[in-house]
């Protein structure tokens, strides 16, 4: 399991046409490797993940995206995703194919993904109007019961990407505080990239960690603030005024493009986005 600069695991890791899953729920969000996503300029990806947020929005603006598989879309307490509407809504900057979930099928592709079977099986749907505008969900007749269940396609990424708080030198990764779907998303993928805060000599014992072990993990990328403008639990708070002001910046196309030019594009990495944006770790 490799150490490597985040350009480098990205440009070893991510092709063009990948599945790629970028999970995190309400901090960890990988943004930094989303943004080296952009600017090495990936592109025909299918996005997947739980609740995409800004960092999708992005992916999705810049032109990396032609299919978006999730269960939830939104700037989390302000609103819309700009960009996501204007690719689906108008095919800018290209048409964008959508696969919609619940929150629940997501996690039963997920863990049907991790176990390595083909579907994932599911109370749900039922008097929804899902299935008719997702031809994926389907139903099965369970052989015990009779009984008649939804079923959805398992989700097995070519890449998942995730951010953590420390990895040790063994490739070990731990991940403290709020958790979503990352155990799960790792666990299904053919290859798993893990940004870190710190890499330390050995993993310190916590609660309510997860852990995943090195022969899980492809790659490890140190780069700290790696989350932001989401939040690392036990290293820097979420940036809530980011996230408020990306209503405005998302809204047009020509504000959206500047912004991504002087933030991402013209910067060399992570590094240079944060001091772009005069952002520290408190």
């Not at 990948?18 to 309400?26: K, L, N, P, Q, Y």
């Not at 980011?242 to 493009?257: T, V």
């Amino acid at each position: 399991m490799p150490i490597l600069s985040l350009g480098d695991a990205i440009r070893d890791h991510v092709a063009d046409g990948d599945c790629v899953a970028m999970e995190g729920f309400t901090h960890l969000i990988p943004f930094a490797a989303g943004h080296e996503i952009i600017r090495q300029g990936r592109r025909d990806l299918h996005l997947v993940r739980m609740t995409p947020d800004l960092i999708y929005d992005q992916l999705i603006g810049m032109g990396c995206a032609r299919r978006l598989t999730f269960s939830w879309g939104g700037n989390p307490g302000v609103g819309s995703l700009h960009r996501l509407r204007d690719a689906v809504e108008n095919g800018w900057p290209h048409r964008l194919e959508l696969d919609e979930h619940s929150h629940a099928g997501m996690a039963a592709a997920y863990c049907a993904g991790a176990a390595r079977l083909p579907f994932g099986a599911l109370r749900a749907y039922a008097n929804t109007d899902l299935p008719a505008h997702n031809t994926a969900i389907r139903s099965v007749q369970c052989p015990f019961t009779g009984e008649t269940l939804a079923a959805v396609p398992a989700i097995n990424p070519d890449v998942t990407i995730l951010h953590a708080q420390r990895a040790d030198l063994a490739g070990n990764v731990s991940l403290q505080g709020i958790v979503g779907a990352q155990s799960e998303a790792a666990m299904a993928a053919k290859k798993l990239l893990v940004t870190v805060e710190e890499v330390v000599d050995q993993l310190p014992p916590s609660m309510n960690a997860i852990v995943l072990p090195h022969w899980v993990v492809t790659a490890v990328a140190h780069c700290p603030g790696g989350a932001y403008p989401s939040y690392a639990h036990g290293f820097y708070s979420r940036d809530n005024a980011f996230y408020q002001r990306w209503d405005a910046i998302s809204r047009h196309r020509e504000s959206f493009m500047a912004w991504m030019q002087a933030h991402v594009l013209d910067t060399r990495d992570h590094d240079g986005f944060l001091g772009s944006l005069g952002w520290k770790a408190a």
